[in-house]
């Protein structure tokens, strides 16, 4: 995880700097510095806790140069303290270096960088890296060839950038299994974990792969592989505005997102849907959909909301196309040795396309010869150039920690896949074309299920302070169970657990009491009377009760506490309404506990570590 940015040019690098870390506090916000080279020598500014914290001290010191490079952390080696923050310097202080990753062989090249007399003064795995590439550097190589040798000792990951006061015109940036881009600008160049952070600057870029170090000088860059091979790198113009990655008048993104969710669910659709032929178009899939439609296995691998996603995918599939379907969290996929068959499709789920166990399990699966196949939403991601094919969710980007929009948008992309698969096996036109005209119809329903904030937040006042939660539903629903218990830990730190609500009777009925409450995702479909059953059974022990419902179910009310009202659909598509509810219940929640919302504890955007 971690967030860094660099900037050479004319101008003063502190406030393009700042700004960019703002934008990258997302990927963590443990602490944050800055390293600056002014008049041939590095000043570094840091501190623990969040970007505003720095900003705040950059008041009182004086800090300014045209070349310069920026961190915020999501600590995995060492405390988040101000010692452990980044830049690191070289013993010598004349050489700064951010990172994004972790160095895994750090103990064995610490142990003999100490034998030659370097001191760590940090807990980090990152502090290796200035201090070997400065033992290259009084070799007398440059500060290019020593961060190339430097690297091809190092094993792990990185996503970095270095700077060095005897050669002050210039950064170097290197890249593996970190996100990196290189932004372009008139006499001014950029690097950063992602565009968000130098949008406003440029929407030139260049997208940096594994293995390759960039040379970057104000008005020109040198790109090389840690190898020393030359290579030539495309500039993309890139469409994404700094609207979109701005709250919008909202007091938290989370909300923004949970708002924007009838637009982002459209985007996900637009020119997609084929009405008339009851069936959907992916561009991104067509190369392959043949071979997708004969796969006699599809396995679903995603981390987190992702992977609750990819539950209800399974759902989809298996109802719709029979091809057996498993989900599997990627982190377990990769060190199993999965078995893999030359005739499975893969479909690795991300966001943000840059998680590091979604994205090594991609590898492992493609090694084996599989289909691998992308369903992101950041464009140009790791998991989107890496897969052979794939679908984009085109969310927009999605900034608050808890994940929103984008997994509504994953699970339209997901439904689209299933029409797309169903309509190639036996599904007839009739039924393909019922499905398509209810897509359409899910935004709307969306904004009617929105125009609720106000009861769902009267809702949260009466559940702020109790202490553990239960969330239960069935089918399509179990997924969104899991889903609203997650958005309400992650953000509330309240305990949550999702059950499929007909285990609720082989465990967890024993922790219902007064204190217990439970949330039923129960819409009138073919579980309902069998969830009404399990309302009773908690209703039996005190538990209290908030039902999502559907709006013209009258006879819930005599047995909740609560009920959120929301209108119906077919089963495949309930799940993107009935989150909604449960992602305003949890950010209400949060709020109202006086919580950080969009940057809830220990957590990050995007896990870029394993
Ligand atoms: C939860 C959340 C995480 C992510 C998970 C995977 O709100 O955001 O659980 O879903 O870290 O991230 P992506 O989808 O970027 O691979």
Redesign the pocket.
């Known amino acids: 995880m971690c967030g860094i940015v660099g900037y050479i040019g004319d101008k003063n690098c502190v406030p393009i700097l700042i700004n960019g870390l703002k934008r990258l506090e997302y990927r963590g916000y443990d602490s944050a510095g800055l390293g600056v080279i002014i008049n041939h020598e590095c000043r570094v500014v840091k501190n623990k806790g969040q970007v505003a914290l720095l900003e705040k001290k950059l008041e009182e010191v004086s800090l300014s140069g045209n070349l310069g490079i920026g961190h915020t952390r999501w600590a995995t080696h060492g405390v988040p303290n101000e010692i452990n923050a980044h830049p690191h310097f070289n013993s010598s202080k004349n050489l700064l270096v951010i990172h994004n990753g972790i160095i895994e062989n750090y103990q064995t090249l610490k142990a003999g960088l100490q034998k030659f007399g370097y001191k760590f003064i940090s807990d980090t795995d990152s502090e290796v890296i200035p201090h070997l590439i400065d033992s290259f550097l009084i070799k007398g190589h440059s500060l290019f060839k020593s961060v190339q040798l430097a690297l091809s000792e190092v094993e792990g990951t990185y996503g970095l950038i270095v700077i060095y006061d005897e050669e002050p015109d210039r950064m170097i940036a290197a890249r593996k299994g970190s996100p990196l881009v290189l932004g372009i600008g008139d006499k001014e160049n950029f690097v950063a974990s992602d565009v968000s952070a130098i949008l406003a600057h440029t929407k030139q870029i260049v997208y940096l792969e594994d293995g390759e170090v960039v040379e970057v000088f104000k008005d020109h860059f040198i790109a090389k592989t840690v190898l020393d091979k030359e290579i030539e790198k495309e500039v993309h113009e890139i469409t994404m505005t700094l609207d979109e990655i701005d709250k919008g008048g909202f007091a938290h993104f989370m909300l923004k997102e949970i708002m924007e969710q009838p637009e982002s669910i459209c985007n996900s659709m637009r020119g997609r849907l084929l009405l008339d032929k009851g069936t959907s178009k992916l561009g991104g899939l067509e190369s392959v959909a043949d071979r997708l439609a004969s796969s006699s296995r599809i396995i679903i691998s995603?981390?987190?909301?992702?992977?609750h996603a990819g539950l209800v995918g399974e759902y989809m599939l298996e109802q719709f196309t029979r091809i057996p379907t498993e989900v599997e969290y990627a982190s377990e996929f990769r060190y199993r040795n999965p078995v893999v068959n030359k005739d499975d499709a893969i479909f690795f789920?991300?966001?943000?396309?840059?998680?590091a166990d979604?994205l090594a399990a991609l590898r492992e699966a493609k090694d084996k010869g599989a289909l691998v196949l992308g369903i992101c939403?950041a464009v140009g991601s790791s998991i989107a150039r890496e897969s052979i094919a794939g679908v984009y969710t085109h969310a927009g980007p999605e900034i608050g920690?808890?994940?929103t929009k984008?997994f509504t948008s994953q699970l339209v992309v997901l439904a689209l896949i299933t029409l797309l698969i169903a309509r190639k096996k036996n599904m007839s036109l009739v039924d393909g074309k019922s499905i398509a005209e209810e897509l359409k119809t899910i935004p709307d329903k969306i904004s009617k299920i929105l125009k609720l904030n106000d009861t769902i937040e009267e809702i949260a006042a009466e559940f702020k302070d109790v202490k553990n939660f239960l969330y239960l539903g069935r089918g399509y629903n179990f997924p969104v169970a899991l889903e609203g218990a997650?958005?309400l830990k992650?953000i509330s730190y309240i305990h949550a657990e999702g059950y499929p609500a007909a285990e609720m009777k082989h465990g967890p009925i024993a922790l219902i009491d007064e204190n217990m409450p439970a949330v039923f995702i129960a819409p009138k479909d073919s579980t309902y009377e069998k969830i009404i059953s399990n309302i009773e059974e908690i209703k039996a022990r005190k538990g209290r009760i908030i039902a999502i419902a559907s709006e013209n179910d009258d006879k819930i009310d005599n047995l909740v506490d609560y009920s959120i009202k929301i209108p119906d659909t077919i089963r495949m598509l309930m799940p993107i309404l009935t989150v909604i509810p449960l992602q305003l219940l949890a950010y209400h929640i949060a709020v109202k506990k006086g919580l950080n919302v969009d940057q809830p504890r220990n957590l990050a955007?995007?896990?870029t570590v394993e």
């Open positions: 995603a981390c987190g909301t992702s992977w789920i991300s966001q943000s396309g840059e998680t979604t939403n920690v808890a994940s984008a997650l958005k992650e955007k995007s896990v």
